[in-house]
C-alpha cells in the first residue's frame, strides 16, 4: 500500500508566480489535511478537506492560498502570487477518518522556494 | 485548547531507553495524548496515542499519569535512527472543538542519539 505522494518534491518559483502543490492520499483515505513549515519553525495547520469539501481551513492565509480536493485525482493546495515569504515545506497527511482516535499519515513534503 | 510543555532537547546514548516527558496540566477529559515525531527532513510521522491506559506498539511505550496531567513516551532503545523531534499532543474526541480533526504542534523535543 503506497504511502501519501507529493509532488513535486521541490519547486521553484519567481515572485508572482504561481505555485500548485499535489498530494495523493492513501489508498482508502478520504481525509487530507495541508500543513506548512517555515524554515526554523513548527509545523502549522492550514486546511482540512474532505472529497469535494472544506471542513477546516482556520490556518490559509486569507487571500492567495486556496485548496481542494475533487472526487477524482489528487488534492490541490495551489498559491497564487507568491512571494518569498511563502517559502517553506508543504506537508499533506491524511487519514481513513477523522477524530482523536485515527493517525494521519504524512507525505514527504514539497519544498517550495520563491527566488 | 489544551497546550503541552515539552523540553527542547534531549541526548541519549545508543541502545539505552529514552523517556520523553510531556505536561498536559489543563487536559480535557476527553482529550485523546498523540505522539508523533519528524525526522531529519522528512515529514511527521505517527508514533503512538492514549487516552487513559499505557499504551504500547512496535515503535514505543506511552506511560499516562493517573491524573492525565502528564506523559510519557518510551523509546525502549534508542538507535541513531530515532534521532527526531518527538511531538506530544492533544486532540479532542469532540467534534465540535478546534483540535477536532487537526494536528497541533508545538516546539517538540529534539532527540539527539550518541553512538
Known amino acids: 500500500n503506497a504511502g501519501v505522494m507529493q509532488n513535486p518534491r521541490h519547486l521553484v518559483r519567481r515572485r508572482g508566480q504561481e505555485a500548485r502543490l499535489r498530494c495523493s492520499p492513501m489508498k482508502g483515505h478520504s481525509h487530507v489535511y495541508w500543513y506548512r513549515q517555515l524554515p526554523e519553525e513548527g509545523l502549522k495547520f492550514m486546511v482540512y478537506?474532505?472529497?469535494?469539501?472544506?471542513?477546516?481551513e482556520s490556518g490559509m492565509p486569507k487571500e492567495r492560498f486556496s485548496a481542494e480536493f475533487p472526487k477524482e485525482g489528487p488534492s490541490i493546495l495551489r498559491i497564487q502570487q507568491v512571494v518569498r515569504g511563502d517559502s517553506a515545506a508543504y506537508f499533506c497527511?491524511?487519514?481513513?477518518?477523522?477524530?482523536?482516535?485515527?493517525?494521519?499519515?504524512f507525505g514527504p513534503g514539497t519544498r517550495l522556494t520563491v527566488t | 485548547d489544551a497546550k503541552t510543555t515539552q523540553p527542547n532537547s534531549m541526548e541519549s546514548n545508543e541502545e539505552e531507553p529514552v523517556h520523553l516527558p510531556c505536561n498536559h496540566s489543563?487536559?480535557?477529559?476527553?482529550?485523546?495524548i498523540h505522539w508523533y515525531r519528524q525526522l531529519p527532513s522528512q515529514g511527521p510521522e505517527y508514533v503512538i496515542h492514549g487516552l487513559t491506559s499505557n499504551v504500547n506498539n512496535r515503535m514505543a511505550s506511552l506511560a499516562i499519569a493517573e491524573d492525565r496531567k502528564s506523559s510519557t513516551l518510551i523509546l525502549h532503545r534508542a538507535t541513531l535512527r530515532d534521532a527526531a523531534v518527538y511531538y506530544c499532543i492533544l486532540r479532542d474526541g469532540v467534534r465540535t472543538t478546534d483540535s477536532w480533526g487537526k494536528l497541533q504542534f508545538g516546539a517538540g523535543t529534539q532527540v539527539v542519539v550518541t553512538p
Open positions: 497527511a491524511s487519514s481513513q477518518g477523522t477524530g482523536a482516535t485515527y493517525e494521519q499519515y
Open positions: 489543563t487536559i480535557s477529559g476527553t482529550d485523546y
Open positions: 478537506l474532505q472529497k469535494e469539501n472544506i471542513i477546516d
